[in-house]
């Protein structure tokens, strides 16, 4: 069963920067398209990045691109998501998934989320 642990989330002021961690058990995330999504107090889930199995290219929503960055370290079967210059618009719950391909669409394989890590970007 496909379990994720997403932390790295905290509380931070605006133009300062978090990296996000999505550990996998149960199975190597090489193998598989990961994307990183968010969801805001009162907000539908968005995706806001992804990396592809099959080469590693990454695809990142308009509303984060140039701020963050999604990575994957192998060796410890870890996807990251390094986010900078944080603004109050980025506080929500992050989470990672499984996609049945990285792009635009976010269309995740999953049967159910994990706990998400919460991001609060507050002065």
């Known amino acids: 069963q496909v379990q994720f642990v997403e932390s790295g989330g905290g509380l931070v002021q605006p133009g300062e920067s978090l990296r996000l961690s999505c550990a996998a058990s149960?199975?190597?995330?090489?193998?598989?398209?990961i994307g990183w999504f968010r969801q805001a107090p009162g907000k539908e889930r968005e995706g806001v990045s992804c990396i592809s199995s099959r080469d590693g290219g990454t695809y990142t929503a308009d509303s984060v691109a140039g701020r963050f960055t999604i990575s994957r370290d192998n060796a410890k079967n870890t996807v990251y998501l390094q986010m900078n210059s944080l603004e109050p618009e980025d506080t929500a719950v992050y989470y990672c998934?499984?996609?049945?391909?990285?792009?635009?669409?976010?269309?995740?394989?999953?049967?159910?989320w994990g706990q998400g890590t919460q991001v609060t970007v507050s002065s």
């Open positions: 998934a499984t996609l049945f391909i990285c792009n635009f669409r976010f269309v995740h394989n999953l049967n159910s």
């Open positions: 149960g199975f190597t995330l090489s193998y598989y398209n």
